[in-house]
């Protein structure tokens, strides 16, 4: 079974505020591919459009063994949310500076592919600084430790 693929640029690019697991429209070759982990989070947000939220510029590389039906590598994928969440969401989305990326694909427990999305704030270039200086300290720490 595949790990978890993470987007850790997310979490130095933002202040994540709110988590939401979120379904994904997906293609039978698509779901392989996340399989073996061929997944990049490069450039990938999501936006509403008609009241569905869609994630767009998810990297899902074609699948090794496809055959002239293979998906596109990139293209809009749409998120599947319940509307009291959707709702929830783009009541945030209307104050400034907040923004919706993806943080994390993953399989559940039923081998479904999910989408953890994370509402967060953009983080200045001071904040990153004190993030990079926070994560070497924690190093430091460990590294005493053994």
């Known amino acids: 079974m595949a790990k978890e693929m993470n987007n850790r640029q997310a979490y130095y690019n933002y202040y994540i505020e709110d988590k939401y697991v979120a379904?994904?429209?997906l293609l039978?070759?698509?779901?392989?591919?996340?399989?073996?982990?061929k997944v990049s989070f490069n450039d990938a947000f999501c936006l509403f459009d008609d009241g569905e939220l869609w994630v767009r510029g998810l990297y899902i590389a074609e699948y090794s063994h496809g055959t002239a039906n293979n998906h596109i590598a990139v293209h809009d994928r749409k998120l599947l949310l319940q509307k009291r969440e959707l709702k929830k969401i783009q009541a945030k989305l209307k104050e400034k500076g907040?923004?919706?990326?993806?943080?994390r694909v993953f399989l559940n427990e039923k081998n479904l592919v999910k989408v953890e999305i994370g509402l967060g704030k953009g983080k200045k270039l001071h904040d990153k600084r004190e993030t990079i200086k926070d994560r070497d300290v924690q190093k430091e720490i460990k590294r005493y430790l053994k």
């Open 23 to 25: 379904g994904i429209v």
């Open 28 to 37: 039978g070759t698509e779901v392989k591919s996340i399989r073996d982990g």
């Open 98 to 103: 907040y923004t919706i990326v993806p943080l």
